[in-house]
Structure formats: C-alpha cells, structure tokens
C-alpha cells in the first residue's frame, strides 16, 4: 500500500464503498507502505508476507478456495495477469474483475520485454467478466492493440477524495512550500521516463527568468540523472528535489501552477489533486484523457506533446493569468467527487 495512483483509487474504493451492500477482503503482496494506516478497520486484511508478487500464487488460490468470494476484484498489471490465471481453477461462479492502471502500449513500447506483455494481454484479458479503464486513450489501447473485447470494458474515471484534500491542506497553512519571492511551478511523481522530467528540466531553462523555481516531489531511479542535468543546464539554483511527501496537499494548494510533463498517463491522478486544491495545470497533450480534464484558460493549458519550447511559452503567458481556483476547485468536485465515482463502482459490481 505504497503512495501511487492505483493505491490511492483502491484505498478511496475501501473506504466510501457502501458497506451494506459489501463486505470486502484485502489481500496484500505484502503489509507494508504509506496508506496501510488509512486502511478502514472495518475490512479482513490478508497478508501474504512475500518479496515477489510471483510467489503468491499458491497462497491466493488457497485463498479464493476457502472464502469463494463473490468478485475478486485486481487493481495492478502484473497482478491482473496472475489472479486471471486463477480463474481457470477457481470455483465457477466467482465473477473476475479488473483495473487496468496505465497505457499498455506505452509502457512497454521500448522494452524488450514488449512481445512477451502483449502475448499476455492478447491471451488473457478477454477472459476478465469486467475490466475498468480510467480513460478512453487506455479504452482504445486495449482494443486495437490487443483484441480485447469491447463488451467486457467500462470505463471508470479516477474518484477525487476533495473533502480529504480540504481536510489535509491545513495540515499546513503557511506559505513556506515555497521560496516566497519567486513565481512557484510545482511537479508530482515518480522521478522516471515516463513522467518527463528530463523534458521539465530543459523547459525552466529555456525560461531564463529568475522569476520561476521549480519543485518536484517524488523518489525514483532517475533522481541522480536529474540533478546531473540540471546541474548540466545550470538550474540547480532553480529546482527543488525534495522527495516523496506522503501529504503532497499543501504544495498543491500553495504552488502557482501544476506542470504535468508526463510522456502518457493512465488518467492522471496528482492533475485533479492539484485542482481539488485550487491550482492550475499546465500538461502536455499527452495520451490519458487530458483534453477531458483541462480547459485552455479556465483550468490551465494543454500544450502540443512533448514540445518544450510550447511548454514554456504557456509557463510565461499562464503566469500572467489570474484563474478562478473556486471555479477550478468546484468543477472537480462536479465530475470526480467520491459521491460521483463510488456509485459507478458499485453498479459495476453488484451487475
């Protein structure tokens, strides 16, 4: 129960659920992580205490045979692949659901890797009852990529926990996030390829403006890369590295603008956060229903993928913008609030 996207949905799912109508098991790799103390107490959890999500498949089958649940219910790739072969041993009546978590082509487009996963999702996928996509860019993905049929997918966008948001903002009030004479970008994420970093870093240079500093909250394998470039590009003095903050909520609420530099996304998490919390963002147009999200001049800016010099372009004209965060704040609550998103969920499974 780490910090990432597909844990926040699944722990938001487990505690606005409606528990008259669900009894819910949680089976974990391993009992460890961020969120394991938001966790409701009013779940089964099941630890399987292993390293390797490989060595569970013995302790998940023993599992599904001693409490034959009505669903399982899988939110992670790797795991969608193991639980879907349990379904040919599993007893019969148990429906099988799962929860695709990014853009399957994309994340595997340069690895070596890529025939074996598309083996997998062409082989296996078609035999979930359900399977929840976040966006119609992981809809279209799944069907033209790998023959996935289109009967057997819906798609769910992301549930916004606002009132939780509001809640942990006044953790901390102050505006100390942040250098207090500098116009403040902010970033969120794992600190690899697919999140662009390397793309962000270049486009505050090209900002050459004083003005602007950046700050990225997350950890991840390319951190050191990142501050070799941007000691390379001489913006050491503008970027702020600060690591993984388990309450990024704050500097959501204080930043200026939100810049996501993804290369793609599933349906982009930390962009509702930020505009939960009343901030603009400015995206590239990137795959992951990003043009469903952002309004240019409303809510922040989509720019043409990838293009840097846009990218900084739109940093200097939004800068000089005053938004509306109530507005922001309000059209978020409209179309991803836990009062909008839960029910789908629930319609899903009890169908």
Not at 243 to 272: Q, T
Not at 286 to 292: I, M, N, Q, V
Not at 306 to 327: G, M, P, Y
Request: proline share 4%; hydrophobic share 40%; charged share 25%.
């Amino acid at each position: 129960m780490n910090c990432g996207g597909a844990e926040r949905v699944l722990l938001t799912i487990l505690q606005h659920i409606d528990k008259s109508k669900f009894s819910s098991t949680l089976a974990l790799v391993k009992y460890e992580g961020s969120l394991i103390d938001e966790l409701p107490k009013n779940i089964d959890v099941i630890d399987f205490n292993s390293s390797r999500t490989r060595y569970i498949f013995l302790k998940f089958f023993r599992l599904v045979w001693s409490k034959k649940p009505d669903i399982v219910f899988s939110t992670l790739g790797h795991l969608n692949f193991l639980i879907i072969v349990l379904r040919l041993i599993s007893p019969p009546k148990i429906k099988f659901i799962c929860r695709e978590t990014n853009i399957p082509s994309l994340v595997h487009k340069n690895k070596s890797s890529y025939k074996f996963y598309s083996f997998l999702y062409r082989t296996f996928y078609k035999y979930y009852d359900s399977i929840i996509c976040q966006s119609t860019d992981m809809q279209c993905d799944l069907i033209e990529k790998f023959n996935v049929p289109t009967s057997i997918i819906t798609i769910i966008n992301n549930p916004c926990n606002t009132e939780e948001i509001n809640r942990k903002i006044m953790y901390n009030s102050k505006r100390d996030c942040f250098p207090t004479d500098k116009f403040n970008l902010l970033s969120v994420g794992s600190l690899t390829y697919q999140k662009g970093f390397d793309l962000l870093l270049n486009v505050i240079k090209k900002l050459n403006n004083d003005r602007f500093h950046l700050t990225i909250l997350g950890e991840g394998k390319d951190e050191e890369n990142l501050k070799g470039l941007a000691k390379k590009l001489n913006i050491s003095s503008k970027l702020d590295l600060i690591g993984f903050k388990n309450n990024p909520y704050p500097y959501m609420h204080h930043a200026d603008l939100f810049i996501l530099s993804s290369r793609y996304e599933g349906f982009p998490n930390v962009v509702l956060e930020s505009m939960a919390c009343g901030t603009p963002v400015i995206a590239f147009d990137s795959p992951g229903d990003l043009s469903r999200i952002i309004v240019n001049g409303f809510n922040g800016y989509l720019v043409a993928h990838l293009d840097v010099n846009e990218l900084a372009r739109t940093i200097l004209l939004a800068s000089e913008i005053n938004f509306d965060s109530k507005k922001i704040k309000e059209l978020i609550e409209y179309r991803y609030s836990i009062e909008k998103i839960i029910p789908k969920y629930e319609k899903l499974l009890l169908s």
